[in-house]
């Protein structure tokens, strides 16, 4: 256990900055999920900045790796303009 009381306090926001960005994670997981599984055209182009937006997010707070930001949203694109 920790001696310190910043450490203590360490402990606790990394706890809550765990939980957040696991929310994060999983949110956009999910927005992706939805949006590969879109049948249409005119409801994926409008999903598609929104889960864009969401993955740039991630990218800049370091959640997901910037190279893996990029190559996600270049696979919704490709999907998205096939359809």
Do not use: C, F, W
């Not at 310190?4 to 360490?10: G, I, N, Q, T, V």
């Not at 706890?15 to 999920?33: F, G, P, V």
């Not at 990218?59 to 949203?73: G, Q, R, T, Y």
């Amino acid at each position: 256990m920790a001696n310190h009381k910043s450490a203590l306090k360490r402990i606790r926001s990394n706890e809550s900055k765990r939980l957040t960005n696991r929310y994060k994670h999983r949110t956009t997981r999910n927005a992706i999920k939805k949006l590969r599984e879109t049948e249409s055209a005119t409801e994926a182009q409008a999903l598609l900045p929104v889960v864009s937006a969401m993955i740039d997010k991630l990218a800049k707070k370091n959640i997901i790796h910037s190279n893996k930001a990029a190559n996600l949203k270049s696979g919704l694109s490709k999907h998205v303009a096939s359809l």
